[in-house]
């Protein structure tokens, strides 16, 4: 509920007075453009950093200034810190766990700017619209460096990875566009806009099937479902015929879609590995990282400690290939228990939004936003988002534009109540 102890929340006006508005969204588009590009490249990433710094210097004053308060998520995730230094008792590659150290750093200063930023503009747009443009650079970026086109050849056993210079930071990037895609689509009725929407859409899927990234492809049309349950619920055509005719068409698509992925391109080949060798590594590396939890379970092994012990066993420095091990591993099962809070109050407030408003644009932003988390996380299982920046920019969007729309409607609610008395 809205604060009446006199303390000050954001208000959602707070950006009419002499600080033009577009100030903060020039900021911030620029701050997210540059971390999902330029922080891949070479002195560049410095520069990233400069800016992070200067960036989250103005909002600091102007966040002292008009004594606005954080969300209980970002007060969570500096706790999550805090905790996760504790886990220095038991370190055993100090270097290590200083490096990543510095990333959760950089992360936590993002999610105070982004999160801030969002919640007095109550707007996402800038979010998704810097998530946009970056994860296209990093598309476009494949066929800069041409690896787009060796790609294409499923002999050469090559996969897209352009700027992001990993194949599965390249369609997870892509996925995220995906995302904007789909938050566009209902800002604009237009015929047009939403058939150039679906190329779009259509191409990502081609760079992530290049990329040959499963989880990349695999996350596409979990979220389209999901998008489907949240967003279209009620939207089913009423008569069976259309109903049925649209399923078989669907149907056939899909299976000449799967039929020519696994024939004739590289993640195909990919999806037969797994079919054929089985997943023995992935369980191997979830098996030691349950053994560290096991040994190590209140603290953990340390920030990115788990390639430590792994290295010692087996030669070899990866990381657990999941967000919930690394996170166990590394900071324990309190770490474990603060980390993902994150996300259940977050998923709490979507709900509590959507017992409070009949609006169709806030509840399409709020169902989507659902939609992307449980994709998010599902595809967490096999992929570490600990230090992924771009995952944490949309949560600080998610997280500043859904608690700026619960002050919001509060406020209502409490007027409402107070006219009635």
């Given at each position: 509920?809205?604060?009446?102890?006199?303390r000050k929340y954001f208000n959602v006006n707070s950006l009419n007075d002499n600080i033009n508005k577009r100030f903060w969204e020039c900021l911030?588009?620029?701050?997210i453009i540059g971390l999902l590009t330029l922080s891949f490249l070479p002195g560049w990433s410095q520069i990233m950093i400069l800016y992070g710094l200067a960036i989250s210097y103005v909002f600091m004053i102007y966040f002292l200034t008009h004594?606005?308060?954080?969300?209980?998520?970002?007060?969570?995730?500096?706790?999550?810190?805090l905790w996760a230094i504790c886990g220095l008792v038991n370190v055993i590659d100090q270097p290590l766990f200083?490096?990543?150290?510095?990333?959760?750093?950089q992360i936590a200063a993002l999610l105070f700017v982004i999160a801030g930023i969002t919640a007095l503009k109550r707007d996402i747009s800038m979010v998704f619209l810097g998530i946009a443009i970056g994860g296209t650079l990093v598309a476009l970026s494949s066929y800069y460096f041409g690896d787009l086109q060796s790609a294409g050849d499923v002999g050469a056993r090559t996969r897209t990875e352009g700027i992001a210079g990993n194949a599965n930071s390249f369609a997870y990037h892509l996925l995220f566009v995906v995302f904007a895609c789909f938050y566009f689509f209902e800002k604009k009725s237009s015929v047009k806009f939403r058939a150039a929407l679906l190329v779009v859409i259509a191409a990502l899927v081609i760079g992530i099937i290049f990329s040959g990234s499963r989880k990349g492809l695999l996350g596409v049309f979990t979220f389209i479902f999901l998008w489907w349950f949240f967003c279209r619920p009620k939207q089913l055509p009423r008569n069976p015929?259309?109903?049925?005719?649209?399923?078989?068409v669907v149907l056939v698509c899909l299976c000449y879609a799967y039929v020519y992925v696994m024939s004739n391109t590289y993640i195909g080949e990919r999806f037969k590995d797994v079919a054929d060798s089985g997943t023995e590594k992935r369980v191997s590396m979830y098996k030691e990282g349950i053994n560290m939890i096991k040994?190590?379970?209140?603290?953990g092994v340390g920030l990115n400690n788990y390639r430590a012990h792994y290295y010692i066993k087996y030669a070899k420095e990866t990381y657990s290939h999941s967000e919930y091990i690394e996170v166990a591993a590394n900071t324990g099962i309190v770490g474990l228990i603060l980390y993902f809070s994150i996300y259940v109050i977050l998923w709490h407030r979507f709900n509590r939004i959507r017992s409070m408003t009949n609006d169709k644009e806030i509840l399409y932003i709020i169902g989507l936003l659902k939609a992307s988390i449980i994709t998010i996380?599902?595809?967490a299982i096999g992929r570490p988002n600990i230090i992924s920046k771009l995952t944490w920019i949309f949560l600080a969007g998610a997280i500043g534009y859904s608690w700026a729309i619960e002050q919001v409607l509060c406020a209502k609610i409490v007027s409402k109540r107070d006219a009635s008395e």
């Open positions: 509920m809205i604060n009446t102890s006199g911030l588009v620029i701050f004594k606005l308060t954080l969300q209980p998520e970002i007060i969570i995730y500096f706790l999550w810190i200083l490096k990543q150290f510095r990333t959760i750093i015929f259309i109903i049925y005719m649209a399923l078989l040994e190590y379970p209140l603290f996380l599902l595809l």
